[in-house]
T-cell receptor, first 112, second 119 residues
Framework: ETGVTQSPTHLIKTRGQQVTLRCSSQ?????VSWYQQALGQGPQFIFQ???????GRGNFPPRFSGLQFPNYSSELNVNALELDDSALYLC???????????FGPGTRLLVL | AQKVTQAQTEISVVEKEDVTLDCVYE???????LFWYKQPPSGELVFLIR??????QNEISGRYSWNFQKSTSSFNFTITASQVVDSAVYFC????????????????FGKGTKLSVKP
C-alpha cells in the first residue's frame, strides 16, 4: 500500500510569486486535508477536499486555493506569496471525512 | 472554542526513563476524537493513536500508553523505558466537527512537546 506522497520536497520562491504544491493520497482514500505548519508551531488547517469538493476551510485568505482530482490527488495553490507563507505544508489523506488522517512528508516552502 | 493545550514545550530525559506528555483539550461537542502524532526531524507526522470520546478505557501499545479522562479533559501519553529513537515532537490533536462551524474531520493541534532522549 502506497502512503501519502508530496512534491516537491523543498521550494524557494520570492514574494509576489505563485506556487503549486501537489499531494497523492493513500490508496482507497477519498479525502485530502492541507495544513500549514510554521516553525515551532502545530499544524494549522487550511482546507479539506472530499470527493473533489471543498468540504471546509480554515482561517486562510482566498489566495490559498485548492483542487482535488478524480483520482483523489490534490493541489494547493498560493498566489501573491508573502514572507509569512514560509512554512512546512502538510497534506493528509483519510478514508472518509472523519476517519484518521495520514500525513505525507510535507513540502518546505521558503519565501524570500 | 475548541482548543488543545500542551503545556510542556520541551522535555529532556535519559534513556530508560519513563516520560508523560500532557494534553488538555476544550470542546463543546459531546462526540469527538482525540489523536496523538509523532513528528521526527524529517517532518512527517506519524499517527500513533485515535480515541473516541465515548471510550475512556486506557490503551497500551508496547512501550506507549494513553490515559483519557473526560472529567479533566485530558489525554496524556506515557512512554515507558524511553529510547533515543523516541526523540521527536509529539502533537496532541482534537477533531473538529460541523456542529460549531468547523468541517468534519478537521484536526486542531496543540503546539507540540519536543522530547529529547539522551543516551
Amino acid at each position: 500500500e502506497t502512503g501519502v506522497t508530496q512534491s516537491p520536497t523543498h521550494l524557494i520562491k520570492t514574494r509576489g510569486q505563485q506556487v503549486t504544491l501537489r499531494c497523492s493520497s493513500q490508496s482507497g482514500h477519498n479525502t485530502v486535508s492541507w495544513y500549514q505548519q510554521a516553525l515551532g508551531q502545530g499544524p494549522q488547517f487550511i482546507f479539506q477536499y472530499y470527493r473533489e469538493e471543498e468540504n471546509g476551510r480554515g482561517n486562510f485568505p482566498p489566495r490559498f486555493s485548492g483542487l482535488q482530482f478524480p483520482n483523489y490527488s490534490s493541489e494547493l495553490n498560493v498566489n501573491a506569496l508573502e514572507l509569512d507563507d514560509s512554512a512546512l505544508y502538510l497534506c493528509a489523506s483519510s478514508a472518509d471525512r472523519e476517519e484518521t488522517q495520514y500525513f505525507g512528508p510535507g513540502t518546505r516552502l521558503l519565501v524570500l | 472554542a475548541q482548543k488543545v493545550t500542551q503545556a510542556q514545550t520541551e522535555i529532556s530525559v535519559v534513556e530508560k526513563e519513563d516520560v508523560t506528555l500532557d494534553c488538555v483539550y476544550e470542546t463543546r461537542d459531546t462526540t469527538y476524537y482525540l489523536f496523538w502524532y509523532k513528528q521526527p526531524p524529517s517532518g512527517e507526522l506519524v499517527f500513533l493513536i485515535r480515541r473516541n470520546s465515548f471510550d475512556e478505557q486506557n490503551e497500551i501499545s508496547g512501550r506507549y500508553s494513553w490515559n483519557f479522562q473526560k472529567s479533566t479533559s485530558s489525554f496524556n501519553f506515557t512512554i515507558t523505558a524511553s529510547q533515543v529513537v523516541d526523540s521527536a515532537v509529539y502533537f496532541c490533536a482534537l477533531s473538529e466537527t460541523i456542529n460549531y462551524g468547523g468541517s468534519q474531520g478537521n484536526l486542531i493541534f496543540g503546539k507540540g512537546t519536543k522530547l529529547s532522549v539522551k543516551p
